[in-house]
C-alpha cells in the first residue's frame, strides 16, 4: 500500500512501545515511541549515495494479521538494492514481557557501500529515563549511539555485522528489538 503525505500513519504496538510509520515523498520512514513520547526517527537521506541510503527504502507497506497479532510488512527499492521489512508483535506471558521485533534484509547483486538502519534522537540522549528504552540488537547486528567512528552526533543506529565487500548477488539481514525484553 502506497500513501500520500497526508494519510495517517501506520502503527503497531505492544504494550506502551510503538513504531509508526509515514509516508515521506516516495518511501515511509518511521518513529520509535513510548507511550506518548517519540524517541527516535529513522534519517533517510544524508547527502549520500542515494543507491545507499541511510535507512531501507520502503516503498510499499501494510499491516497484516499474523496468528494472534499484528505485523507491518514492507519492501523496497533503490540502485540494485531491494529491501524488505518486518515488524511483529512479541508477547510472554510467563516473562510479562513485550516488544516488536524490528526485521531488515537487503539483496543486492553489487558489494553494498552501506547497509543499517540510523535513526536520529528526539530526546535528550542524556535523560537516563530513555537509556532502557533504546532498541536492543539481536545476533548478528551491530549497534552504536552518539557520536561514531563516522562523526555522526545525536543518532542511533543498526548495522548488520557481516557485510560481504564481494561481488555478487546476496542477501543481507539485520534485526532489533524494542520493548521489554528481546525476543
Not at 535528550?124 to 539481536?138: F, I, K, L, M, S
Amino acid at each position: 500500500m502506497t500513501r500520500d503525505d497526508a494519510s495517517p500513519p501506520i502503527v503497531l504496538a505492544a504494550g506502551p512501545w510503538r513504531i509508526e510509520f509515514f509516508q515521506a515523498g516516495d518511501r515511509f520512514r518511521h518513529r520509535l515511541c513510548v507511550g506518548d513520547q517519540c524517541i527516535a526517527e529513522t534519517i533517510d537521506d544524508d547527502g549520500g549515495d542515494p543507491a545507499w541510503p541511510p535507512s531501507p527504502p520502503i516503498q510499499q507497506l501494510s499491516k497484516e494479521p499474523i496468528g494472534s497479532g499484528e505485523a507491518i510488512l514492507g519492501v523496497g527499492g533503490a540502485g540494485t538494492g531491494h529491501w524488505s521489512l518486518s515488524v511483529s508483535q512479541v508477547m510472554d506471558a510467563q516473562q510479562n514481557s513485550v516488544a516488536l521485533n524490528i526485521e531488515w534484509a537487503c539483496r543486492t547483486t553489487e558489494a553494498p557501500q552501506y547497509l543499517g538502519t540510523r535513526y536520529r534522537i528526539l530526546v535528550d540522549h542524556g535523560d537516563d529515563r530513555w537509556v532502557p528504552q533504546w532498541p536492543r540488537a539481536a545476533g548478528g547486528t551491530r549497534v552504536w549511539s552518539g557520536t561514531d567512528e563516522h562523526g555522526r552526533n545525536g543518532e542511533h543506529g543498526f548495522e548488520p555485522e557481516l557485510q560481504s565487500q564481494q561481488p555478487g548477488q546476496q542477501t543481507v539481514c539485520w534485526s532489533y528489538h524494542f520493548g521489554d525484553s528481546p525476543a
